[in-house]
């Protein structure tokens, strides 16, 4: 008989639906049935495309007698982390604080008053490696709430006090400065890999974030060294296996610091942000390789993501079938010399392996490679190369395909729209422009309430029942202003403003610029969740401080520009020490430093300077710079109000810290105001 996950939205919860353990979603009836049955709470948190996750599922909560035995000591509660971040970020700290690390999957032990007091991640189903098994940690946990429930009363209280005792030191005041921007890139600069790009070792994780922040450095000061890291950094990964070369799109991470190998599973966020990245390496540089991998990524998000209402699903698996019924990860992905001779015939086959990579030994598991575009001298022949990419991908889509997560999750949509919506404003991609208003569309119809309150999640046009959080409001109205720049559409404006007035009204903390990731309203947690650092994506905070700067640049609003400059007090205190977890904080300290720069450009819509003036000021790399556009009557967007025509001609204006220069109908002086 199904369990009570039967009815939830969430994919990975209908996942466990059919396990022989009696799962509960999260909710208070679980805690209430914890307290009356006088049981303590086994709390599980993972996701859909979670490779651990599903080896302790199959190996755990699967198995009829392991269940047997968490259904009659536990109560056993079930998180998908994509759709209560607040309840992963909580229980997360607390793990990471008790072992010194975490992950997914995450099992945490509690009272019945959600105070925990054993944590751990993946357990075997027997002991390895050190490793207890997990029926070990069980019978373990279970004997102590038996025989020394004081002592685990005692040990949850003083966890959950030594949580509270971790609030965040907010900092500064004030907004980073010159100084402080400068300390960040010296301290990149420290951290960087000169042979591989990027930072740090092994895992290695796509630095989207800090690659903005050094194209915005670069734009700002003209430093060589920003620019050299950010391009260096997208090449190596773009080259690397990280990257889908037949079908486009990235990983989530490389488990080693080449790039070379990456885990499979691929991420809408890492997608989003990464599509974005390199559309704006394009637009300072002029890469070509940039530009290919900007528009693979945006049509891999539209072809593989897209959802039946025109959303974009959270995430594809790591793992498939390998043809031979077992589900094995990166199956899909890789390829053996005699399977590329098997769809290309010998002569192509061996140009295939040359060209991608492809070695007797293999780079990956089983003699198998993950196709990678290694630096070499030889010269391949273009078209030769276009017919075995169709070819192999072609055979690769005959392949049993990885599960895909149909969730749609608010704050990813939202980087997903203001990806989509520039790319195609760059590439003269009007079908990229259309998805992302499909994606605007739906987080409107279906994600957004009458008071303008955001809904997390939804699946299948249904909207889910846990609340947003602050990177959902932040990113949807980040994904909003850059479909106001790209269309001229004043509506987009106006709702990224109804869900900033949230942020300033739910999610802050008084006149100090701190932030919570959670509303003042929502579900109350053993503690409030609040963390200014980026992880793989944004965090809520500095998301909503980019959100409320791009806001105030476009209205005038002071409320928001003060907003965003206390929120950055954050960035003064962490960027000399941590920079490489603040990277969108320090993007939007440049922006801010550089104004940010508020263009306007008036004409008739199918007049051709028009379009030629709104293209320049959109594919200006001056940080930040936000743009309106539309005829000199149009209301639909505050920056247009009092900016007639130049002798009848379309016109440009640009403004700058409460100074405007004189309006322009030349393109190339447009530009020119928009560079440094």
């Given at each position: 008989m199904p369990n009570r996950l039967a009815h939830e939205t969430s994919p990975y919860l209908l996942q466990h639906a059919d396990n022989p353990v009696d799962w509960w979603p999260w909710s208070a009836e679980a805690f209430e049935e914890a307290r009356r049955s006088g049981r303590p709470v086994l709390l599980s948190v993972g996701y859909s495309s979670?490779?651990?996750?599903?080896?302790?599922?199959?190996?755990?909560?699967?198995?009829?007698?392991?269940?047997?035995?968490?259904?009659?000591?536990?109560?056993?509660?079930?998180?998908?982390?994509?759709?209560?971040?607040?309840?992963?970020?909580?229980?997360?700290?607390?793990?990471?604080?008790?072992?010194?690390?975490?992950?997914?999957?995450?099992?945490?032990?509690?009272?019945?008053?959600?105070?925990?007091?054993?944590?751990?991640?993946?357990?075997?189903?027997?002991?390895?490696?050190?490793?207890?098994?997990?029926?070990?940690?069980?019978?373990?946990?279970?004997?102590?709430?038996?025989?020394?429930?004081?002592?685990?009363?005692?040990?949850?209280?003083?966890?959950?006090?030594?949580?509270?005792?971790?609030?965040?030191?907010?900092?500064?005041?004030?907004?980073?400065?010159?100084?402080?921007?400068?300390?960040?890139?010296?301290?990149?600069?420290?951290?960087?890999?000169?042979?591989?790009?990027?930072?740090?070792?092994?895992?290695?994780?796509?630095?989207?974030?800090?690659?903005?922040?050094?194209?915005?450095?670069?734009?700002?000061?003209?430093?060589?060294?920003?620019?050299?890291?950010?391009?260096?950094?997208?090449?190596?990964?773009?080259?690397?296996?990280?990257?889908?070369q037949l079908g486009g799109g990235f990983a989530r991470y490389s488990v080693d610091r080449e790039w070379r190998v990456p885990h499979f599973e691929k991420m809408l966020y890492d997608n989003a942000l990464l599509c974005r990245v390199y559309a704006h390496l394009w637009r300072a540089t002029g890469s070509e390789l940039a530009r290919r991998v900007a528009l693979e990524t945006a049509d891999f998000m539209v072809g593989e993501l897209r959802t039946a209402e025109g959303g974009f699903a959270s995430a594809l698996d790591a793992d498939s079938d390998d043809g031979s019924g077992r589900h094995v990860e990166g199956a899909y992905y890789v390829w053996t010399p005699g399977q590329l001779g098997e769809v290309l015939g010998d002569e192509d086959g061996r140009l295939a392996a040359r060209y991608y990579g492809v070695t007797e030994e293999g780079t990956f598991e089983e003699g198998a490679s993950v196709l990678q575009l290694p630096q070499q001298e030889a010269v391949f022949d273009a078209a030769a190369l276009a017919s075995v990419r169709g070819r192999l991908l072609a055979a690769r889509a005959g392949r049993p395909a990885p599960g895909r997560d149909d969730k749609v999750v608010a704050a990813w949509n939202g980087l997903a729209v203001a990806a989509l919506a520039e790319t195609g404003a760059y590439f003269d991609r009007p079908d990229l422009v259309d998805a992302a208003l499909g994606a605007a569309d739906l987080l409107v119809r279906v994600h957004l309430d009458e008071h303008a309150r955001l809904a997390r999640t939804s699946k299948d046009g249904r909207a889910g029942a846990n609340a947003g959080v602050l990177e959902d409001y932040a990113d949807v109205a980040e994904g909003f202003l850059a479909l106001a720049s790209v269309t001229g559409e004043g509506v987009w404006l106006e709702f990224a403003g109804f869900l900033l007035d949230h942020v300033l009204v739910r999610f802050t903390d008084g006149d100090s610029g701190a932030l919570y990731d959670t509303a003042a309203d929502a579900e109350r947690l053993i503690r409030r969740p609040q963390d200014p650092t980026d992880n793989a994506t944004p965090s809520g905070w500095s998301a909503a401080a980019g959100a409320l700067l791009s806001y105030a640049a476009q209205t005038g609003s002071e409320p928001h520009r003060t907003a965003a400059e206390r929120a950055l007090g954050v960035v003064t205190a962490l960027a000399p020490r941590a920079p490489r977890f603040v990277g969108w904080g320090l993007a939007t300290a440049e922006a801010l430093l550089d104004g940010p720069r508020e263009v306007a450009v008036v004409g008739p819509a199918d007049a051709p300077a028009t379009r030629e003036l709104h293209r320049a000021a959109l594919l200006a790399t001056a940080p930040g710079a936000v743009v309106a556009v539309g005829t000199p009557e149009s209301d639909e967007l505050p920056l247009l109000a009092d900016r007639p025509l130049v002798n009848g001609e379309p016109a440009a204006y640009v403004c700058r810290n409460f100074t405007c220069d004189a309006p322009t109908t030349d393109v190339d002086r447009l530009r020119a105001a928009l560079g440094r």
């Open positions: 979670c490779h651990w996750c599903h080896v302790m599922a199959h190996e755990s909560f699967e198995d009829e007698e392991t269940a047997a035995y968490l259904n009659a000591h536990f109560v056993s509660v079930k998180v998908d982390r994509e759709e209560r971040p607040d309840v992963d970020a909580v229980y997360m700290e607390a793990v990471q604080a008790a072992t010194g690390q975490g992950g997914w999957p995450m099992t945490v032990f509690l009272t019945a008053d959600a105070e925990p007091f054993y944590f751990g991640t993946y357990f075997p189903p027997e002991s390895r490696h050190g490793m207890p098994s997990f029926r070990q940690v069980l019978e373990g946990v279970q004997s102590a709430w038996t025989d020394r429930r004081d002592e685990v009363s005692e040990v949850a209280g003083k966890i959950v006090r030594d949580l509270a005792g971790r609030e965040i030191g907010f900092g500064d005041s004030r907004p980073p400065g010159e100084e402080e921007l400068a300390q960040a890139l010296l301290g990149l600069t420290r951290d960087y890999d000169a042979t591989h790009g990027g930072f740090g070792g092994a895992p290695k994780f796509p630095p989207s974030m800090v690659v903005e922040f050094l194209l915005r450095h670069h734009a700002r000061t003209g430093s060589e060294g920003a620019l050299q890291m950010a391009s260096d950094t997208c090449e190596r990964m773009a080259r690397g296996g990280l990257y889908d």
